[in-house]
């Protein structure tokens, strides 16, 4: 991937997405600055993913402010979503469990070569796009940490056949391929032994370290937590013991965040 620093700075005051039952969440505040990795922890149902979906465009909000990049939100909710790229997200952006590695990737880079770029890519030859698009892939295989030649069947195994740390990375490597300024994975830790979930992590400090702003939904933050250099964490749920400064928001129940879900127009 380009590795000049080209992530969006994240702001929000405020902020808060409501369903017909609730809030979602309500009162977070955010300040990162460009190539930060903001990590948002909270338990299943506070809120995490529909936070995850509104700073990225993707759904309503319904109280305060925010801003990705310089674009304000909800106002610029269609450039929001132009710089930015969901991975790992149910329901939204996951992998279809019924094809290959091969596809989905191959997938992915023609639909970013058709819509992607501009009106002048598009006219060069076959050959110069063909070439291109491989090493977009490559670079975001790299980027993501997924060597291809290490699965099973190497590029034509199946995605119901990757461990769950490999699925991860694929959906990472998908979503890098449009180059945004800021990358939204959901579920990171989720079902990840200790060393697995530190690799995940150790990925997206990567990923952070070289420019893209990163925002990862997690039930355990990275080891160093708020303390950590780079690090912005956001805590949704119930408030805990011990959270030093991070950002907390009120707790929500699992019917507030699916209405929300479901209600909040997902783009």
């Not at 808060?16 to 299943?44: M, Y």
């Not at 700073?55 to 909710?77: D, F, N, S, W």
């Amino acid at each position: 991937m380009d590795s000049t620093p080209h992530g969006a700075a994240v702001t929000a005051a405020g902020f808060g997405v409501k369903g017909p039952r609730g809030w979602a969440f309500q009162g977070i505040d955010i300040t990162a600055e460009p190539g930060s990795l903001i990590a948002v922890q909270g338990p299943s149902g506070s809120g995490r993913t529909c936070l995850l979906l509104a700073l990225t465009g993707r759904m309503k909000t319904a109280a305060g402010t925010a801003e990705v990049g310089g674009l304000p939100l909800p106002r610029k909710r269609a450039a929001v979503r132009a710089v930015t790229a969901l991975a790992h997200v149910p329901g939204v952006a996951e992998l279809d469990p019924a094809l290959t590695v091969g596809e989905h990737l191959r997938e992915r880079a023609l639909l970013q070569g058709r819509f992607g770029g501009s009106v002048r890519a598009l006219l060069r030859p076959p050959r110069e796009r063909r070439a291109e698009a491989r090493a977009l892939v490559d670079a975001a295989l790299e980027a993501a940490g997924l060597d291809v030649e290490s699965l099973p069947k190497g590029i034509r195994t199946s995605v119901r056949d990757l461990e769950r740390l490999e699925a991860l990375r694929l959906s990472v490597a998908l979503a890098l391929i449009g180059g945004p300024r800021l990358l939204a994975v959901d579920d990171t830790d989720l079902k990840l032994s200790d060393g697995e979930r530190a690799a995940a992590w150790a990925t997206l400090r990567g990923l952070a370290a070289a420019g893209t702003t990163v925002v990862a939904v997690c039930s355990e933050p990275p080891e160093g937590g708020e303390e950590a250099a780079g690090v912005v964490l956001v805590r949704t749920g119930s408030p805990k013991q011990g959270t030093g400064n991070a950002i907390e928001a009120p707790a929500t129940t699992e019917e507030e965040a699916a209405d929300a879900l479901a209600e909040a127009g997902r783009a």
